[in-house]
T-cell receptor
């Protein structure tokens, strides 16, 4: 079974600085997708960024970028120029193709605090 | 376009009571799923459906039933509520089936906070 691990239950960063959230995963598949979701206090799950396993180029979305290391099965999220609105729970998630659908497997989450 | 709508947003149940959490989506998505979120455990899959009339168990199915009579609706039933089912429940939907790109975004409802006393 696939597992996703986020080893940092909590992280904090000063406003305008950079923070990196860690995620590792375990799979025997060669083709899959990885995602980072943000969950602010409103509980809404918001897709932040996604990465295709067969693409070596790291995905980037504005201030959010990933460091994808396929051999190491690592998928970290870097937030640059942190803003107060970035404060949230962040979840790493994994998806592979299946005959019966494409389920997401989530990590435990990292609670990010942004200090003014 | 409402997306994924969950009701209710909050619920308190007594042990042994039954209830149904409602989930509806208006995006004509084939794939729908239910997750529960517990502190330190992320979101865990309870049940999922790949289309009307087709459901299957996820990681933590015990104590829950689902059915999918229409594409739009995917209710989750708690048969006899237990304190261990105190959690936040999320419904999600996405396009699905063979040929659907794996990068397809899953859309989530706003969650139901359930407390069983």
């Amino acid at each position: 079974a696939q597992t996703v691990t986020q080893s940092q239950p909590e992280m904090s960063v000063q406003e305008a600085e950079t923070v990196t959230l860690s995620c590792t995963y375990d799979t025997s598949e060669s083709d899959y997708y990885l995602f980072w979701y943000k969950q602010p206090p409103s509980r809404q799950m918001i897709l932040v960024i996604r990465q295709e396993a067969y693409k070596q180029q790291n995905a980037t979305e504005n201030r959010f970028s990933v460091n994808f290391q396929k051999a190491a099965k690592s998928f970290s999220l870097k937030i640059s120029d942190s803003q107060l609105g970035d404060a949230a729970m962040y979840f790493c998630a994994y998806r592979r193709e299946e005959t019966s659908g494409s389920r997401l497997t989530f990590g435990e989450g990292t609670q990010l605090t942004v200090n003014p | 376009n409402a997306g994924v709508t969950q009701t209710p947003k909050f619920q308190v149940l007594k042990t042994g009571q039954s209830m149904t959490l409602q989930c509806a989506q208006d995006m004509n998505h084939e794939y729908m799923s239910w997750y529960r979120q517990d502190p330190g455990m992320g979101l865990r899959l309870i049940h999922y459906s790949v289309g009307a009339g087709i459901t299957d168990q996820g990681e933590v199915p015990n104590g829950y039933n689902v059915s999918r009579s229409t594409t739009e609706d995917f209710p989750l039933r708690l048969l006899s509520a237990a304190p261990s089912q105190t959690s936040v429940y999320f419904c999600a939907s996405s396009r699905g089936g063979w040929g659907t790109p794996m990068n397809t975004e899953a859309f989530f409802g706003q969650g139901t906070r359930l407390t069983v006393v």
